[in-house]
């Protein structure tokens, strides 16, 4: 799997951690930013992962803001994006198998390194089980 991962500097100190977790899953990672603990903006990285990951199909994205709220709201404007803010494995895992999410959200101020590294590992290995949540997932576009 191919992940495009981005956060804004209330994500930066995780960013490195999460970049390790997905290659110990064998995952593919592209870092989209921020680079500093500099103050930024999280809907420009929001965005960034989101049109990365519309561009290259089949990949996903992380991405990381102070609550996760704001990032997640701005890649969700995106067309064919379904970011899921997760707090835990359970949310993680249900993201993937009844939503189809192609990016998952989290605050760093919300969650520790072990919870971040369930959610990514449920995240990873999780697949969409079709079937009566495909007409679901299917009617989320407006
Ligand atoms: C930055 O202080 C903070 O507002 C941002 O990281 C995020 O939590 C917004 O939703």
């Known amino acids: 799997m191919k992940f495009y991962i981005g956060t804004d500097h209330a994500g930066f100190e995780i960013k490195k951690d999460i970049e390790n977790i997905l ?19 999280y ?32 890649a969700n404007k995106h067309k064919g994006i379904r970011a899921a803010l997760c707090h835990d494995a359970y949310s993680a895992k249900m993201a ?10 989290f605050g760093q101020r919300m969650v520790g390194l072990g919870v971040i590294e369930s959610m990514i590992e449920a995240f990873v290995t999780t697949s969409f089980e079709g079937g009566r949540h495909l ?8």
Request: proline share 1%; net charge neutral; hydrophobic share 40%.
């Open 96 to 105: 993937r198998a009844h939503n189809d999410a192609n990016i998952l959200a």
């Open 135 to 142: 007409k679901r997932v299917e009617k989320i576009e407006v």
């Open 43 to 74: 809907p420009d990285f929001g965005h960034k992962v989101a049109r990365a990951v519309l561009k290259d199909e089949g990949s996903f994205g992380v991405v990381v803001c102070g609550t996760g709220i704001g990032i997640s709201i701005s």
């Open 23 to 41: 290659k110990r899953l064998n995952c593919e990672v592209v870092d989209l930013g921020t680079y500093s603990k500099e103050s930024v903006d």
